[in-house]
């Protein structure tokens, strides 16, 4: 479909924008109210799928606990093999290390005492708001520019459309 380009304007004067305004604060009002019932309904049917699946996530948990006490206590057949294999899935025993810290504060200044720099984590990224005060020869010494634009916007009046309604 082509492009139509638009020339000029349908309003003709402050009024007609004013009762554009109106129209879109009744559109948002609308939407509002469509967008309240359709979230009633979405948390009516959460709520109705999480009783219905009740049940069965606790035949689950507790068929999972019953694989789990099985192997535990056959777990003399894990010595030479990881896993073991059965019709319908497989069970095993794996090695977890997990590295626990008490304190983060404390640990990222040991790490940085002991120059273990390559075991944090930092993320680099440049800092906007506070390019904002650097002069437009700077910026665009280190690959940046600064851009103003002129946005329209509009606000509607709620109270009043309220009292309109």
């Given at each position: ?18 009762a ?18 359709q ?88 800092d ?38």
């Amino acid at each position: 479909m082509a492009r139509k380009r638009i020339e000029g304007t349908t309003l003709q004067s402050w009024d007609d924008v004013d009762a554009c305004l109106q129209e879109i604060g009744q559109a948002d009002r609308e939407l509002a109210m469509l967008e309240a019932a359709q979230n009633e309904g979405i948390d009516q049917i959460k709520a109705q799928t999480k009783v219905s699946a009740q049940p069965l996530h606790d035949k689950k948990s507790g068929l999972e606990l019953a694989v789990k006490e099985y192997c535990e206590a056959n777990r003399m057949e894990f010595a030479k093999v990881k896993t073991k294999e059965l019709t319908f899935g497989s069970v095993g025993f794996r090695i977890s290390t997990k590295i626990m810290i008490k304190r983060v504060a404390e640990t990222l200044q040991a790490l940085k005492d002991l120059a273990l720099t390559n075991c944090i984590r930092t993320k680099e990224e440049p800092d906007k708001e506070a390019m904002k005060s650097l002069t437009d020869d700077l910026l665009a010494e280190v690959g940046a520019g600064r851009k103003v634009e002129n946005v329209f916007g509009y606000e509607v009046k709620l109270e009043e459309l309220r009292e309109a309604a």
